[in-house]
């Protein structure tokens, strides 16, 4: 769907051009995002390739597992229909230290996998269960220590001083998961009542 917005949105894009007869000012546009863009990968591959390395090597000293254990009473808590040693709360608890420490491109198949086992547990196939979507919630809002992408933008673009806003992002994700959590809660008591 986000696919055709953006086809549709260039389109028109280009026929507003064609017609006020800025063609050649689209083509530069094109031409130099086209090039930014790839600036910015190339910036961004070594704290990722560094922060994935370091998420990796986590998982394989079993650390992941230690702070599944550490989360379990929270996890009680967030999933209370998920089984205490479901695979599941080991695959949400990686993808939440993930997004903790800013690395949403390895937190994506953590949270997809978590989903998928997520699944196994739903009884209504058709639509999400309770623990579905306080997940979706908590993973879209998400903890945030180390916005390494934020970072990794910030010092590519020259910024004096990029780790300026961890503070504020620790914040303002803090406050956004705990808003995130007490309507999901808020509205699960809702459809429990009207048996939704």
């Given amino acids: ?26 083509s530069i546009a094109i031409l130099e995002s086209a090039e930014d863009s790839v600036m910015i990968v ?10 994935l390395g370091i998420m990796k090597v986590a998982e394989e000293a079993r650390l992941t597992d230690v702070l599944a254990k ?10 209370p229909e998920v089984p205490k040693n479901h695979p599941a709360l080991a695959s949400i608890m990686m993808n939440l230290s993930a997004n903790f420490l800013g690395l949403g491109n390895s937190a994506t198949p953590l949270g997809i996998k978590a989903m998928q086992q997520l699944q196994e547990l739903n009884s209504g196939k058709s639509s999400a269960s ?6 979706l919630v908590i993973n879209t809002s998400s903890v945030t220590l180390l916005p390494t992408t934020i970072l990794a ?11 300026e806003i961890i503070g504020t992002t ?19 008591k809702i459809s429990g009542l009207r048996g939704v």
């Fill in 1 to 26: 769907m986000l696919n055709k917005i953006w086809f549709t949105m260039i389109i028109i894009g280009i026929i507003i051009a064609a017609i006020n007869g800025r063609m050649e000012e689209v």
């Fill in 42 to 51: 190339v910036k961004l591959i070594g704290p990722m390739a560094l922060w």
């Fill in 70 to 79: 550490l989360f379990k009473p929270l996890a009680k808590i967030l999933f």
């Fill in 130 to 135: 309770d623990a579905m979507c306080t997940f």
């Fill in 153 to 163: 933008l910030r010092i590519g673009a020259g910024s004096a001083q990029p780790t």
């Fill in 170 to 188: 620790v914040f303002a994700t803090f406050c956004s998961t705990v808003v995130g959590i007490v309507a999901n809660k808020i509205l699960i």
